[in-house]
């Protein structure tokens, strides 16, 4: 072998064990930075970390309360039936006595006439002494020359048992033939309520109507 051959295989044998070397090296740094990354993920909470409140979006109680009275709605109060009924607050109620007070309501404003027993307005409330609720509910429930009953239901509104009749009217009515009729019965130990709505013109949101009716039922309260 000449000097020569040996210096080149020399050469050759340095850079594949510089190479090899250097390949170790980088698998090393590899592992190295791998095992410190898990170190730093795997760092052990501390006692203050674990004792305090974690912040989240979710309320830590949830509370109801149990009656809003709504900035769109009005409140009108019978102090002679002791109740309270809340109505839109765009739209009238008004009265000669006292014991009309809270009894009429319509979106328009109104005057009371004297005859009181021909509808006027939409929606009406009237109070019926006790000893009547068995007397009110057939009559009520039961056909007769001025209604045709449609459905009568048992429902719970805000806690409160009531009865909700829906009716057409007849040609014995004071009012035209075929208007809608929707009545709820309120019942209480001292004064039953029966609040109604009746249809005035063929023209009228029925459905809206009736939903303020609805409202206007759950919003009472009697004290």
């Known amino acids: ?14 850079i594949g064990f510089i190479l090899i070397i250097y390949s170790f090296g980088l698998i090393f740094i ?14 052990p909470v501390s006692k203050n970390e674990l004792s305090s409140p974690v912040e989240s979006n979710i309320p830590n109680s949830d509370t109801q309360s149990g009656k809003v009275i709504s900035s769109f709605v009005k409140l009108c109060s019978n102090a ?6 809340a109505y839109p607050k765009d739209w009238f ?6 014991l009309q007070k809270c009894a009429f309501f319509a979106p328009y404003s109104f005057v009371v006439p004297s ?6 307005v939409p929606i009406e409330i009237e109070p019926i002494k006790s000893d009547q609720w068995l007397e009110t509910v057939k009559f009520y429930q039961n056909p007769n020359d001025f209604r045709n009953v449609l459905s009568s239901q ?11 009749i829906k009716s057409t009217t007849t040609q014995e009515s004071n009012l035209p033939h075929g208007f809608a009729s929707t009545t709820y ?8 309520l029966i609040i109604s709505y009746h249809q005035l013109d063929e023209k009228e949101d029925v459905k809206t109507l009736e939903d303020i009716l609805f409202e206007m039922v759950g919003s009472v309260n009697f004290y």
Request: aromatic share 16%; proline share 2%; hydrophobic share 40%.
């Open 93 to 98: 109620t008004t009265y000669n006595t006292d």
């Open 185 to 192: 019965l309120l019942f209480d130990s001292e004064t039953p």
């Open 30 to 43: 590899g592992k190295y930075s791998n095992i410190k990354s898990i170190i730093q993920i795997k760092k």
């Open 115 to 120: 005859q009181t027993d021909i509808t006027f």
């Open 154 to 164: 048992i429902l719970e509104i805000n806690g409160r048992t009531v009865q909700k």
């Open 80 to 85: 002679v039936y002791s109740f309270e009924i």
């Open 1 to 14: 072998m000449t000097l020569f051959l040996f210096k080149k295989r020399l050469k050759f044998f340095v």
